[in-house]
């Protein structure tokens, strides 16, 4: 199976830069995503790293190292609507062809005026 | 820009009823999910398809059971429910190698 570990919280203030870090243990991995979820809300996409280095995508950047089976999502210029909860989940091979998306135990983010 | 929906939102429901929570994309994705998720807590996977006819369990033991007769459509039935499946569960799918998920709203059961 997979398991994946993350923070469990990470409190910043406004304008700050905060980093979410995402270890894992799994077989057949193909590459390693982050979602955002706000209170009440679904689960929404931020990004994806199949190969090891660093994605950015506005003020969000996510870096993977598959030797090490470690990722960090990273948040720069923080605003309070940054203040949600943040899932690293590995997409691995599980039996087949068929590619499984398991999820973390979640970040949950607090923006601080 | 994603066209997944569930039906219903909420649910209030006795215990020992059977439901069928609603899971439907338009996207033409291959591969669908169903997770459950505690208030607070982590996703759960208990269900995944990956094309019509292909239904595998997830990771979290589920006393549901899921369909896949068209790639559209994707419910999970419960057919005796219990108050310990009160959650809310959130469908999802996909497709291609990005690693990108579409989720549904959810819907959010209680079994009183």
């Known amino acids: 199976g997979q398991s994946l570990e993350q923070p469990s919280e990470v409190t910043a203030v406004e304008g700050a830069i905060v980093q979410i870090n995402c270890t894992y243990q799994?077989?057949?991995?193909?590459?390693l995503s982050w979602y955002q979820q706000h209170d009440g809300g679904a689960p929404t996409f931020l990004s994806y790293?199949?190969?090891?280095g660093l994605e950015e995508t506005g003020r969000f950047s996510s870096f993977l190292s598959r030797s090490d089976s470690y990722g960090y999502l990273l948040l720069q210029e923080l605003q309070m609507k940054d203040s949600a909860s943040y899932f690293c989940?590995?997409?691995?091979?599980?039996?087949?062809?068929?590619?499984?998306?398991?999820f973390g135990s979640g970040t949950q983010l607090t923006v601080l005026p | 820009e994603a066209d997944i929906y569930q039906t219903p939102r909420y649910l209030v429901i006795g215990t020992g009823k059977k439901i069928t929570l609603e899971c439907s994309q338009t996207?033409?994705?291959?591969?669908m999910y169903w997770y459950q998720q505690d208030p607070g807590m982590e996703l759960h996977l208990i269900h995944y398809?990956?094309?019509?006819?292909?239904?595998e369990k997830g990771d979290l033991s589920s006393e549901s059971t899921v369909s896949r007769i068209r790639t559209e459509h994707f419910p999970l039935t419960l057919e005796s429910a219990r108050p310990s499946h009160t959650s809310q569960y959130l469908c999802?799918?996909?497709?291609?190698?990005?690693?990108?998920?579409?989720f549904g709203q959810g819907t959010r059961l209680t079994v009183v």
């Open positions: 996207m033409g994705h291959d591969k």
């Open positions: 999802a799918s996909s497709e291609g190698g990005q690693g990108k998920a579409f």
């Open positions: 989940a590995v997409r691995a091979l599980v039996s087949g062809s068929a590619r499984q998306l398991t």
């Open positions: 799994t077989s057949g991995f193909y590459g």
């Open positions: 398809s990956y094309g019509v006819n292909s239904t």
């Open positions: 790293n199949a190969l090891d």
